[in-house]
């Protein structure tokens, strides 16, 4: 839905030049209209409405295509409105199941399953996008909703995101669970349960140690040759940028864990 303030703009053009298109329904519903319907009951105009006839295409298949001519998105944004359309295509999906020959009304659309694979290829299909890129969408939606609504919103790519859900998990390697490695003193000696948390805090840093190697071994393989003169490509200086911010943030990450264990 627009924001308030777009609401009311649509409803003042309306009540100036009357609506321009009509709301499309299906099956006495809403398909497509939503904001002119709410507009015309701000701008107190009597909405027109239009039915539609789809002819084969599915209802969200339709307003997909019609909404898309209408939004400038990103490859990630539009793979986030794919994860989004995929309970609708796969409910579609099911009903042409069930009313196929010998439809079994038990099979449901599981993750993994043949058809749910279907229903992933078909939304990024309609949205522009290759499978991989709904999938994981799909699987930030899951696991960092939060970090989902920053791509959803046009504020991250899916690729930008997948680099923080990496950062956050080498950070999370740091909060190793000391408890477990922890023993108790009634069956050792404090000195040795205290030998034990100190181990795992160097194999946290010696973890951080090998990112940064990895890193600086990155970036001099996208430097030129020192006795070439060779002008650094654009995709040579967004890589030199990448592992310079992989860089940056490792470093950082050390720092507030040596803060913290002091």
Do not use: H
Not at 33 to 43: K, P, T, Y
Not at 227 to 241: R, S
Not at 255 to 260: D, I, L, P, S, T
Request: glycine fraction near 4%; charged fraction near 35%; include cysteine.
């Amino acid at each position: 839905m627009l924001s308030q303030d777009e609401l009311q703009s649509l409803a003042d053009d309306i009540r100036a030049r009357g609506q321009l298109d009509p709301i499309v329904l299906l099956d006495d519903k809403v398909l497509d209209g939503r904001n002119r319907f709410e507009a015309c009951r701000m701008a107190g105009v009597e909405p027109k409405f239009e039915p539609i006839v789809l002819n084969g295409t599915s209802p969200t298949e339709w307003v997909l295509s019609k909404n898309l001519r209408r939004r400038q998105l990103t490859k990630s944004q539009a793979a986030a409105v794919a994860v989004e359309a995929l309970p609708l295509l796969e409910a579609e999906a099911k009903e042409r199941m069930l009313a196929g020959k010998n439809a079994d009304p038990v099979q449901i659309i599981e993750q993994g399953s043949p058809m749910a694979t279907r229903s992933v290829t078909q939304a990024g299909d309609l949205l522009g996008v290759n499978r991989q890129y709904v999938s994981d969408a799909k699987k930030l939606r899951e696991t960092a909703p939060e970090t989902y609504e920053k791509v959803k919103a046009g504020d991250m790519t899916i690729s930008e995101a997948k680099r923080e859900q990496k950062r956050v998990e080498r950070r999370d390697e740091l909060a190793l669970n000391f408890e477990a490695r922890t023993v108790k003193k009634t069956e050792v000696d404090p000195a040795v349960a205290e030998g034990l948390i100190q181990a795992g805090k160097r194999q946290a840093l010696d973890a951080f140690v090998r990112d940064a190697d990895l890193c600086v071994e990155a970036l001099f393989r996208a430097m030129p040759d020192a006795d070439e003169v060779v002008a650094a490509t654009a995709v040579q200086g967004k890589e030199l940028d990448r592992v310079a911010a992989e860089l940056e943030q490792i470093a950082r990450d050390v720092r507030a864990y040596k803060g913290e264990q002091k």
